[in-house]
């Protein structure tokens, strides 16, 4: 194929996170309208290729009807769209099996699956994670390193720097002239986390800064895990895409949006637009405020009784409480129970004192605790001071990936 400049039109989503379940309620039907709206968002800009960077399932092993709708998409997508590229990277949620399974199905093609780091004689495969984009007239507009997500055991020698600089140095190798792009799904510091739904990653016992892995050879890096959209400071533009809607209470303020990346030759830095994602749920919160007067509020909620199950809003209701509330889940429950909306949880709110102000297991629900914060609460319990050692922390956090691999299927 030539390797003449043209323009490349490229959609960046992730985390969209299929099979989720928020307090044991489905959102199937939230998953469909956004694909749905993808679908369309996708022939309307003109779009070359899709670009999905990582936890497309919400678990390692999915249900079938999370497969079966992923795999609906795509057909649907390159049916519709006679031109168009899918590339779906791995993430943290995801099992890396399960999603490099369908590319040896598929072979050489429009759709590609990248879930683990590919490897050559024990070391990293480089050339393999290079993917060539092409643009409306068939010739090829931008190189893709498509770097999944990385467990400890895929870096080899390497550390997250020293692996991006080699891939950024195949990459450029291959794309000569035409720009490249990158992916990643990990977290990089200074990126904003919501710290109900997403797990803390931490490659090589810490977080790296985005200008230390992504230099001006890349024209635009696509990240996944976030689910906050956000541009990250880099020397080139690096962005989270964010997930569709929101995945916890704590994302209800967030403004989900899918990328639209204009590669034009050799211009840097790309085109960049934000499509905002229409929310198909709503979330509602109440309180914090004493059980009375959230009674009142929850009362006072207008609700359309027209809208299907699957539809109703989903609602978080804070109590501040200053003593013993035995009766507090019942008459909430009680309140809520001819209405339609959905419950995501009920947060008790206590009075800080001098036992609870540094101990966050103190009141917390369980749900709400991540094992980063139980091991430094714990190690404050039995140690005192402000936490583990440095050592210690990565040495917990290395523990941690390699344990939620394991509990992968193979």
Not at 46 to 55: F, N
């Amino acid at each position: 194929m030539s390797q003449r400049a043209q323009t490349l039109t490229i959609c960046h989503t992730s985390d969209w996170h299929l099979g989720h379940e928020l307090n044991g309620h489905a959102r199937e039907a939230e998953h469909d309208l956004f694909l749905q709206w993808l679908l369309d968002r996708l022939e309307a800009e003109a779009v070359d290729v899709l670009l999905v960077t990582g936890d497309v399932y919400d678990v390692a092993n999915p249900p079938v009807s999370a497969m079966r709708r992923l795999f609906r998409f795509l057909n649907l997508a390159t049916t519709r769209l006679s031109g168009l590229q899918v590339v779906v990277i791995g993430g943290n949620h995801d099992s890396a099996a399960r999603i490099d399974l369908p590319a040896a199905l598929l072979g050489e093609g429009r759709v590609h699956f990248i879930g683990a780091l590919p490897r050559k004689n024990g070391s990293p495969d480089f050339e393999s994670l290079l993917l060539p984009l092409f643009g409306p007239s068939g010739d090829i507009g931008a190189w893709l390193a498509a770097v999944p997500f990385c467990r400890p055991g895929d870096l080899g020698s390497h550390d997250l720097p020293s692996l991006y600089d080699a891939v950024a140095e195949a990459g450029k190798a291959q794309a000569g002239d035409l720009p490249m792009i990158l992916t990643g799904h990990l977290h990089v510091a200074g990126g904003e986390v919501s710290e109900l739904s997403e797990r803390r990653i931490v490659i090589g016992g810490e977080e790296a800064q985005a200008a230390t892995l992504f230099d001006a050879r890349a024209a635009y890096v696509a990240l996944g895990h976030l689910h906050r959209p956000q541009a990250v400071a880099a020397e080139t533009t690096v962005r989270y895409a964010g997930s569709p809607f929101p995945l916890s209470s704590a994302e209800r303020d967030y403004r989900h949006s899918v990328v639209i990346v204009k590669v034009q030759g050799s211009e840097v830095p790309c085109q960049v637009e934000l499509l905002p994602i229409p929310r198909p749920v709503d979330f509602l919160a109440v309180g914090p405020a004493p059980l009375n007067t959230a009674l009142a509020a929850i009362e006072a909620l207008q609700l359309d009784a027209e809208l299907s199950a699957a539809s109703w809003p989903f609602i978080e209701i804070a109590i501040e409480i200053d003593g013993p509330e035995p009766d507090l889940q019942s008459r909430i429950l009680a309140a809520i129970e001819p209405l339609p909306v959905r419950l995501v949880r009920i947060a008790t709110i206590r009075p800080q004192d001098a036992g609870s102000s540094c101990d966050p297991l103190v009141g917390a629900e369980l749900a709400d605790l991540d094992p980063d914060t139980v091991f430094a609460a714990l190690f404050n319990r039995e140690y005192g001071g402000d936490g583990p050692p440095d050592d210690l922390a990565r040495a917990f956090a290395t523990l941690l990936i390699e344990t939620q691999a394991a509990e992968e299927p193979a």
